[in-house]
């Protein structure tokens, strides 16, 4: 069974710019989390989809992030502009049920120039 | 002060060492508490899941809740250079996202 996959596995831009990283889960699980690191930083959460659903954005930074999951399969998270602070590594994770095991992703080092 | 405060290390030992990590919380209300472990440019992968207080033990590894004093505990015995990654502690309760430590950075030196 194929794992979360994430894509790209870097990407490098300059600041102003706009960058969209894509999910895609374990085949089934409908619930589906981004999560984000910043260098020296624990993971911190940043939205959790039911299917297609956002059943808590409370971690969003803010209104420059956009998360979609058109169809509940894939995710994408778009930044947009992209400022420095947003450097760090973006985890995608996915489970099957709301408290069950959240298998993650690789991640996408994210590097704001 | 953090929710959920973990000793980032880094912590060195010979191969065969017993390795204690550890982390405490503040939030009394999580209820489920995961060791992950992440190696270098990889995802976290989970390791150990216990609901509630007590013990759980997997082979080489033992995890450990008290939640009277908001403290969980992942042990590894006989340990071995594969070993080596750093373990992320996390917490959750049925209604709030998860909650990490900053992670310990392991190396078990052969």
């Known amino acids: 069974e194929a794992g979360v996959t994430q894509f790209p596995s870097h990407s490098v831009i300059e600041k102003g710019q706009t960058v969209t990283l894509r999910c895609d889960p374990i085949s089934g699980h409908d619930n589906l989390y981004w999560y984000r690191r910043v260098m020296g930083k624990e993971i911190k959460f940043l939205l959790h989809f039911v299917k297609e659903s956002k059943q808590d954005e409370s971690g969003m930074p803010n209104n420059r992030f956009l998360a979609e999951r058109t169809g509940g399969t894939y995710s994408t998270l778009k930044v947009q502009p992209a400022e420095l602070e947003d450097s760090g590594v973006y985890f995608c994770?996915?489970?099957?049920?709301?408290?069950?095991?959240?298998?993650f992703g690789p991640g996408t080092r994210l590097l704001v120039l | 002060q953090k929710e959920v405060e973990q000793d980032p290390g880094p912590l060195s030992v010979p191969e065969g060492a017993i390795v204690s990590l550890n982390c405490t919380y503040s939030?009394?209300?999580?209820?489920?508490f995961m060791w992950y472990r992440q190696y270098s440019r990889k995802g976290p992968e989970l390791l150990m899941y216990t609901y509630s207080s007590g013990n759980k033990e997997d082979g080489r590894f033992t995890a450990q809740v008290d939640k009277s004093s908001k403290y969980i505990s992942l042990f590894i015995r006989d340990s071995q250079p594969s070993d080596s990654a750093t373990y992320l502690c996390?917490?959750?309760?049925?209604?709030?996202?998860?909650?990490f430590g900053a992670g310990t950075r392991l190396t078990v030196k052969p």
């Open positions: 994770a996915s489970s099957q049920d709301r408290i069950g095991t959240q298998y």
């Open positions: 939030n009394s209300a999580f209820q489920y």
């Open positions: 996390a917490m959750t309760s049925y209604n709030n996202d998860m909650r």
